[in-house]
């Protein structure tokens, strides 16, 4: 499975970013896929995941970002509204799929969001 994130850069604190990140490879709907970031100096953090049809946010987003996919299209997408300074980061697309030995994990290249006056 590969990853091709898209969407990321520079906006005004109260603006709005949509990522994109399409799959290519061996997709499956079942399986979760959304984003995950990472601030400079912290740990990688779920931001939001598709888990099937239901999403699942972090706190600090919530009411803010929408998450969406297109099976389709075996896209996810991120609509981010009411972006903070604290929301800056490299954003990554995830995707994992089921394994005898637990769940294998793919990620994207990483798009950097930065939000700043």
């Known amino acids: 499975v590969q990853l091709q994130a898209s969407g990321g850069g520079l906006v005004q604190p109260g603006g709005f970013l949509r990522l994109s990140c399409a799959a290519s490879?061996?997709?499956?709907?079942?399986?979760?896929m959304g984003w995950y970031r990472q601030a400079p100096g912290n740990q990688r953090e779920l931001v939001a995941v598709?888990?099937?049809?239901?999403?699942n946010y972090a706190d600090s987003v919530k009411g803010r970002f929408t998450i969406s996919r297109d099976n389709a299209k075996n896209t996810v997408y991120l609509q981010m509204n009411s972006l903070k300074p604290e929301d800056k980061a490299v954003y990554y697309c995830?995707?994992?799929?089921?394994?005898?030995?637990?769940?294998?994990?793919?990620w994207g290249q990483g798009t950097l969001v930065t939000v700043s006056s």
């Open positions: 598709m888990f099937g049809d239901s999403p």
């Open positions: 490879g061996s997709v499956f709907a079942s399986n979760p």
């Open positions: 995830y995707y994992a799929e089921p394994t005898s030995f637990g769940r294998r994990a793919y």
